[in-house]
């Protein structure tokens, strides 16, 4: 009997041990302004997410700048010259308080074009125009808005895709429900966004390049270096009158005869294709 016992009282801590159990997780998932597919990941959707949700305050705070200065703001006279700011600012209006549902983000490429060389993602076209696929180059490659103006990065001299918002603008504003046909490509780079703006192109308050390129400026002047920025070294070819040699001419030429139908180069030889 002594030795029932002692196995008894031998035993009693044991069973007052909690049973095991599965831990909840300490935080909620990030909630992503824009729908994405169930083909990416966890660490994909919450890297993809994050990146939508700086998207939004990237042009929320674009748009907010131009209802601050309207056309009195020499940033908004940059890039859009005189044009009258209503189309910019619903540009930008569309993103933040628009119909997500007809836009879907995925990772797992059915169209098979991640595995080219240097795509970051791509615009699914007749395929689904409503849906883009990014690219794994996209989750090693691009920045977080904490960055901005750090690491020698520069409005004039970067591109508008190092860091997630800005390529996630140009992206989104492919897509139907948030271009609307409206929101096209017609200027290259850094140059070929302020010559629109110069000539005071009407085209200027809806290119796709310079609705990022402003949005970014205004972004690094006010958020990340306040009354600085980081536009970079400004070059002035309003006097650079040289010819390039007829043999550089027809490389280039030969260049873009290798280019395919559905893709275009940027400022610094980047492909883009849609």
Known sequence: M????????LCAPIAALPSPHTPKPLEEPIKSPFPIHHSCNATEQRQLATALQETVTLVEHAKDHILRWGNESAIYRKYFGDRPSLTAIGA???IVNGNPDNILFRCDDPDGNCALDGWGGHWRGENATDETVICELSYTSRRYLST??????????SETNTFWAGDLLHRLYHIPAIGQGLVEHYADGYDGVL???EGNRTEAVHDSETLQYFALEVY??????PGVGCVGGEEDHSDDQTEEPAQDDQEDDEAEDDIPDNCHTHEGGELHCV
């Open 148 to 157: 901005m103006c750090a690491q020698g990065y520069t409005i004039s001299e």
């Open 92 to 94: 930008y209006d569309i």
């Open 2 to 9: 002594q030795l029932l016992a002692l196995a008894l009282s």
């Open 220 to 225: 690094a002047y006010d958020v990340a270096v």
């Open 195 to 197: 010559e629109l703006a």
